[in-house]
């Protein structure tokens, strides 16, 4: 069966870190793109990072720039998403996804993208 699975989240102060795993099974990810996303209860979906599998490169949300990183360990077939200096306004779902070339698109809305994971929870609060 082709899928992702999200780990990692969880309950953290304001200020604290956390680091999310997205770990896939019946597929390499190496072939592929990776991106995170997050839902906060009522907002709409938000690109919050990707990442190509052919040139490293990466985009951020602006929300997130400086505070967050993406990488990925093809060994161990997993994308990661380091968050630090995390706020209450990151306090949502974050989910990965799978885009079907090497390089990303539309990391901003996640259309195209696929085999999304259930999705780990991120509550920030004090």
């Known amino acids: 069966q082709l899928q992702l699975v999200e780990s990692g989240g969880g309950l953290v102060q304001p200020g604290g870190s956390l680091r999310l795993s997205c770990a896939a099974s019946?597929?390499?990810?190496?072939?592929?793109?990776i991106g995170w996303f997050r839902q906060a209860p009522g907002k709409e979906r938000e690109g919050v990072s990707c990442i190509s599998s052919n040139d490293g490169s990466t985009y951020y949300a602006d929300s997130v720039k400086g505070r967050f990183t993406i990488s990925r360990d093809n060994a161990k077939n997993t994308v990661y998403l380091q968050m630090n200096s995390l706020n209450p306004e990151d306090t949502a779902v974050y989910s990965c996804?799978?885009?079907?070339?090497?390089?990303?698109?539309?990391?901003?809305?996640?259309?195209?993208?696929?085999?999304w994971g259930q999705g780990t929870q991120v509550t920030v609060s004090s």
């Open positions: 996804a799978t885009f079907p070339l090497p390089g990303f698109r539309r990391c901003v809305s996640g259309q195209d993208y696929y085999y």
């Open positions: 019946g597929f390499f990810l190496k072939n592929y793109a």
